[in-house]
């Protein structure tokens, strides 16, 4: 009987998985995925098939994760160390290398230490989470547009919190003030957004941060690389060097792959030694890391591929304004293109796909709100302005016949 209603509860929970899918593809928010093989050779393009296509959705802004020199320094690394580290960071799984990155993010960013992670994804979740946690009186102020990620970091604590409206200061300090001065505060926030591609008022913020004796936890995911006079972000932009914490990542215009929090020794130690995510996963491969550090040079030394995103960027803006299509122009790298309406978005990105040699991602909801769908692009320094007009050209054209 037992072995009977052990498999009558595993069909049920098997057949709700169907209904929640079936659920997903009867309101067209399926997510279907392009397996395509990016080429070296060829940056900006992928292999699909027996045909080649242009990517205009890529987080890989700089072009990085296809640079010669980033790629001969993990080949040689691979070499000389092999595929893998064989064991966690405690366990055998720490290099020399890891040690140099860590060093190094901290200098770049004036902090007393930085922890690398194997992505973007699990420093925010296991830096908050095991961070919260440690004091449960910790009261957290999150922006409402905040990434998945600094989100589940923070619910998994169950702590109290405050969700203020994006980028509203005066709500901000309304819920600080509700607070006496020697309450535990985390105000939690981006710096750039990707979906909507605009930037936070940093200063304000920290600003706020001081007159209510509340630490900092600054994403600079997207900004990483792309802002700064080293491409330390948008804090370094600034000049403004308040924030406690800052997360980064190396998948996007540094072209590898982790994440890693820069903040005060302690706080990051308490996380090296009590972070699930950190203690019990592999770490990443030492020749990872070395491409990493190559990419991090070519970054900090070669301001010259920020001025060529920044001025592609410009282009491809003025284009779309003057192909009259309907864009978002915020102060940043990311382009967000709107086709409002779920169906509508998909069918204009799968013409582009077919009839253009174009691949751009739909985002719909819930990444954005039903009515919000949009394309995310990103318009990387390698390409040209002829690439530019022929993809404004493709999208003027599906967009004006999907929508007819």
Not at 87 to 115: C, F, P
Not at 160 to 165: A, G, M, S
Not at 256 to 280: E, H, K, N
């Amino acid at each position: 009987m037992t072995v009977l209603a052990n498999e009558t509860q595993g069909s049920l929970l098997l057949d709700q998985f169907r209904l929640k899918l079936d659920e997903l593809k009867t309101n067209g928010l399926y997510r279907e995925f392009v397996a395509g093989a990016h080429r070296a050779d060829d940056r900006g393009q992928t292999q699909y098939g027996d045909r080649r296509l242009q990517v205009w959705c890529s987080n890989d802004y700089l072009g990085l994760s296809q640079n010669p020199e980033v790629i001969l320094a993990q080949i040689d690394s691979t070499f000389r160390h092999g595929t893998g580290n064989g064991g966690s960071r405690n366990i055998a799984g720490t290099s020399v290398s890891h040690v140099e990155l860590e060093t190094r993010l901290a200098a770049w960013h004036g902090m007393e230490r930085a922890l690398v992670f194997s992505s973007g994804y699990v420093a925010n979740f296991e830096t908050l989470s095991t961070m919260i946690a440690a004091h449960p009186d910790t009261v957290v102020f999150s922006d409402s547009l905040n990434h998945r990620s600094l989100i589940e970091g923070i619910v998994r604590t169950g702590c109290r919190k405050h969700v203020f409206p994006h980028n509203d200061v005066a709500a901000l300090e309304e819920a600080l003030a509700q607070y006496p001065l020697e309450q535990p505060k985390l105000i939690v926030f981006e710096t750039v957004y990707s979906m909507d591609g605009d930037t936070s008022p940093v200063s304000a913020f920290f600003d706020l941060a001081e007159r209510y004796n509340a630490l900092t936890f600054v994403d600079e995911t997207h900004a990483i690389g792309v802002r700064g006079p080293a491409g330390a972000g948008l804090c370094a932009e600034l000049g403004d060097h308040r924030a406690t914490f800052i997360q980064g990542v190396f998948g996007k215009a540094i072209g590898t792959v982790g994440g890693y929090v820069a903040g005060p020794d302690t706080a990051l130690d308490y996380v090296r030694s009590f972070a699930p995510g950190f203690i019990f996963t592999t770490a990443l491969p030492q020749a990872s890391v070395d491409a990493t550090l190559k990419g991090l040079d070519l970054v900090q030394r070669d301001g010259e591929l920020r001025l060529a995103l920044d001025a592609g960027t410009r282009y491809l803006k003025q284009a779309l304004r003057a192909a009259r299509i309907d864009f978002l122009d915020a102060d940043s790298h990311l382009v967000p293109v709107m086709v409002p309406g779920g169906d509508f978005v998909r069918r204009v990105a799968r013409r582009l796909l077919d009839e253009y040699g174009i691949y751009v991602q739909p985002i719909n909801f819930p990444s954005v709100p039903k009515g919000g769908e949009r394309f995310r692009v990103t318009c990387p320094p390698y390409r040209t302005r002829d690439q530019i007009d022929a993809f404004v050209q493709a999208l003027t054209v599906c967009l004006a016949d999907d929508f007819q």
